[in-house]
């Protein structure tokens, strides 16, 4: 099994912090971008978060996640890995 770290299906967790799975409604806005669309969060540490958002591919790079209410300032995410509408992101 060249390549894995781990028997197939069992892959190496590489995450620096815990992260808490969480189910919430937050806001995804592109960077340079005016339009929020609706997102969930899956799961989030101080460092990350995974999410779900529709078109996810079409978000680019960089966004701003801001949590449901959509007032606050929000957090700068960076993807780190993107399988169809799932995002896995570091905070920048």
């Known amino acids: 099994m060249v390549g894995f770290a781990q028997p197939f299906g ?3 967790d590489k995450r620096r ?10 806001w995804v806005k592109a960077q340079g971008s005016f339009a ?3 997102c969930r969060i899956i799961d ?9 958002v ?9 966004f701003n996640l801001t949590l449901d209410g959509g007032n606050a300032q929000g957090h700068r995410v960076r993807v780190r890995w993107r399988h169809g509408n799932e995002i896995g992101g570091e905070f920048i």
């Open 10 to 12: 069992r892959l190496r």
């Open 54 to 62: 529709d078109r996810a591919a079409e978000l680019g790079d960089v």
């Open 36 to 38: 929020r669309r609706r």
């Open 44 to 52: 989030i540490s101080s460092s990350g978060v995974r999410l779900t």
């Open 17 to 26: 912090t815990i992260r808490r799975a969480h189910n919430v409604h937050a």
